[in-house]
């Protein structure tokens, strides 16, 4: 069971973080209705966390507009 708190009218959960060398560590995540087996993060967050870019991919947004996002790899607890 995943447990979170509501805040605001928007449910956010915990997702632990494993890097290695380091402690393992929490970020609070809204979460998504529309949830695709991914998660997104701020670019900021991807680079304090130094995670390793895996690949790109395009996506399509609610716009209609096209886009090319960055797939980094990271374990979550």
Do not use: C, W
Not at 2 to 28: E, H, M, T
């Amino acid at each position: 069971m995943i447990y979170g708190k509501v805040i605001d009218g928007r449910a956010i959960v915990p997702v632990v973080f494993r890097l290695p060398s380091q402690p393992d560590f929490s970020l609070d995540f809204v979460i998504d209705t529309g949830f695709n087996d991914h998660l997104t993060l701020p670019p900021q967050a991807v680079s304090a966390m130094n995670l390793p870019l895996y690949s790109t991919t395009s996506a399509r947004l609610a716009d209609g507009s096209e886009a090319l996002l960055s797939i980094h790899l990271a374990t979550i607890v």
